[in-house]
């Protein structure tokens, strides 16, 4: 059982919670994730560990209250409860190395897992500019925590109630346009916004990494339900990844996985949501 000692609500739908895990939190390196079960016969959620203490014991999660589970969690846990199993760290760790100058692009929930890389980057000893993008500045949440890992931090949003007006793209367009050498990119999202990146990116010819934990299911590479084509051959976004080259990933293929569980995720939500009391 793991003690949840810290919850907080960041912005609608978006809760920080962070978990008394030392053997996780000892072990856990940039870019590597976990598995989470709320009671015994609860789903598999993976989850990215957004950041974690050695010293403490403890990790953190964020994660968007969007399906059964997530809301369970949400609405039913507190300071003090126990969650059943939390698995990990799992998956390939971010390869972090000195590159040089290194935009790293978050954009709404991704804004959390780019923190530890920003951080790793940075401790590299790269000159870290990071890009973080949210629909309006009601959603915003983490920019003290990235800009003290970064060496230049831009805040976009769609509405332009907060920083730049436009999308993550327009930002990593506008550094590219005023000539700023980029020695790598990477960017953690929702898949279109990754995609629009890479395919950005690829004809400046700047390597660009992209984490594909969304479409991750069991978590283990049992399931089959997160391969996919990168760069011709089958991988498994959970045990090959999640982090992989986005100039490679076939996109089109991502987008078909994201749907396909979207009728049996609507039918547990609506079946289960009133048996336990869930608003």
């Known amino acids: ?31 590597q994730f976990l598995i989470l079960m709320n009671y015994e016969h609860s ?22 209250v969007v399906g059964f589970s997530t809301k369970e969690l949400a609405e039913k846990f507190n300071v003090g409860d126990e969650i059943f199993s939390v ?19 978050g954009g709404g929930l991704g804004v959390a897992p780019i923190y530890p ?61 005023e000539g700023e050498k980029i020695d790598r990119v990477i960017a953690i999202g929702p898949p279109i916004m990754m995609k629009n990146v890479a395919k950005m990116t690829e004809p400046w010819n700047i390597p660009t990494w992209v984490s594909l934990n969304t479409i991750m299911v069991d978590g283990t590479g049992m399931c089959g339900g997160c391969r996919l084509e990168i760069g011709g051959e089958t991988k498994f976004v959970c045990v090959d990844g999640p982090d992989f080259d986005g100039h490679k990933v076939n996109w089109e293929e991502m987008e078909i996985r994201m749907k396909v569980y979207k009728i049996e995720e609507e039918k547990i939500k609506q079946e289960h949501q009133c048996k336990i009391g869930l608003k």
Do not use: Q
């Open 1 to 31: 059982m793991f003690e949840i000692v810290s919850k907080k609500t960041l912005a609608e739908n978006v809760v920080e919670m962070t978990i008394k895990a030392p053997r996780i939190a000892k072990t856990h390196k940039a870019g």
């Open 87 to 105: 698995v990990g760290p799992l998956g390939t760790p971010t390869h972090i190395e000195k590159f040089g100058r290194v935009v790293v692009i």
């Open 117 to 177: 890389i920003c951080k790793s980057l940075k401790e590299a000893g790269n000159e870290v500019i990071s890009i973080i993008g949210f629909r309006s500045k009601e959603l915003m949440f983490w920019k003290e925590k990235i800009e003290s890992a970064s060496s230049k931090i831009i805040v976009t949003t769609d509405d332009g109630s907060y920083g730049m007006k436009g999308f993550v793209t327009h930002a990593l367009e506008k550094l590219h346009n």
């Open 43 to 64: 789903e598999r959620i993976p989850l990215t560990i957004a950041d974690s203490d050695k010293e403490k014991g403890e990790i953190t999660i964020v994660f968007l």
